[in-house]
């Protein structure tokens, strides 16, 4: 019987790995920064460039693109835009992460309108990650809002969902978020590189999942208020290298945006001379790290048309991109290995989307097939 057991409980943390293979198509046209891609309902692609293209259609099958908007301040143009968040009625929420707005763009692929999610009682706009069905809005108060409204520790994040039109506020969960820095006296990265954090993402029919990661356990929460909590999810413990520090603080410095010059007070990627290697190892040398990693990324998690959901496993430095699958009871059921180098970047209906990067720094989109069950 306790082999039996035993048996059962190896299984149980052994889910089976599938591999992607090579990608059913690769976009003919390359891209610079790709930060957000969407599947439309007619099988194309909405794509957000932060550095190059702006917002633009990619077509598949005649290899094309359509710009959408261009680039300024007005009210249906961008800076630097970023994620991608499915709407009902097959609009788009687009981060506008320049202009630190968000806009909407409409079934007809055209922007409707910009605006500053602005909750009651804050003074400040923040972005929404997801919307549901009717329209209201998931994000996270961050942890420096946090003092101000109820003295909460610095790493704590408060999840909330907003009905603009109600303009109700609820509180969903409260998770760890990032640890702030101890030293603060000289410029880098604000958070702890590599230090633990719970990780979050919400459906189009309400439901929230969290991601713990004292034990990485994965918890639902349904649009009742109920929730499911699955067994934790085996991972091993693994040291920080230097070479993990300056990879990430490499990541951070390229995505990282400082007030423009202009007199719009507009946000800008950083300067090259602050992209050399020499800065790049200068900020790492210092930069508080924990010393171990944690089980997963912190990357927000992607929720697959079958209403499952995956999480970037943390994995050795150059090693394969690797994603957890969790159903609707908190538990693992399988993983997806991606392709070395590859970099997955959403889930549609039809088809997943990653991102490749050559040696000239160019990036390129690549289309895959579901890996069968």
Excluded: C
């Amino acid at each position: 019987m306790i082999a039996l057991l035993l048996a059962l409980q190896t299984t149980a943390q052994s889910p089976v790995v599938r591999d992607l293979g090579a990608p059913d198509r690769t976009f003919p046209i390359d891209f610079t920064q790709i930060r957000g891609a969407r599947e439309l309902s007619d099988g194309r692609v909405l794509v957000s460039d932060r550095l190059d293209k702006g917002v633009v259609v990619a077509d598949f099958a005649r290899g094309t693109i359509t710009s959408i908007g261009r680039t300024g301040s007005g009210p249906t143009e961008y800076r630097m835009p970023t994620t991608l968040s499915p709407m009902p009625g097959d609009s788009t929420l687009l981060s506008d992460e320049g202009n630190q707005r968000l806009a909407v763009i409409g079934p007809d692929l055209r922007i409707h309108r910009s605006f500053n999610l602005i909750l009651p009682g804050f003074g400040v706009g923040l972005g929404a990650r997801f919307v549901d069905q009717r329209g209201r809005f998931y994000l996270q108060i961050p942890g420096w809002a946090n003092g101000p409204r109820g003295g909460l520790p610095g790493d704590t994040i408060v999840v909330v969902r907003y009905d603009a039109k109600a303009q109700r506020v609820d509180t969903l969960a409260r998770i760890k978020g990032s640890t702030p820095r101890k030293n603060t006296m000289r410029p880098g990265i604000p958070y702890v590189l590599f230090a633990s954090q719970d990780v979050w993402a919400a459906t189009t029919d309400g439901r929230l999942a969290v991601v713990r990661s004292g034990d990485y356990r994965i918890e639902w929460r349904d649009a009742e208020g109920r929730v499911t909590s699955g067994r934790p999810v085996p991972f091993d413990r693994r040291p920080v290298t230097f070479d993990d520090r300056m990879d990430h603080t490499r990541r951070f410095m390229q995505g990282t945006s400082i007030s423009g010059k202009g007199p719009d007070g507009t946000l800008s990627p950083l300067p090259a001379e602050m992209l050399l290697d020499a800065r790049i190892r200068e900020v790492a040398e210092y930069q508080e790290h924990a010393e171990m990693h944690a089980p997963f990324n912190a990357v927000t998690p992607h929720i697959a048309p079958d209403g499952s959901l995956w999480i970037e496993r943390s994995v050795r430095l150059n090693a394969p991109q690797t994603w957890d699958i969790v159903g609707a009871d908190g538990n693992l059921t399988s993983r997806v290995q991606m392709p070395r180098g590859r970099r997955l970047m959403s889930l549609g209906a039809k088809w997943l989307y990653a991102v490749s990067t050559d040696e000239d720094g160019l990036q390129h989109l690549e289309r895959y097939n579901y890996p069968k069950r």
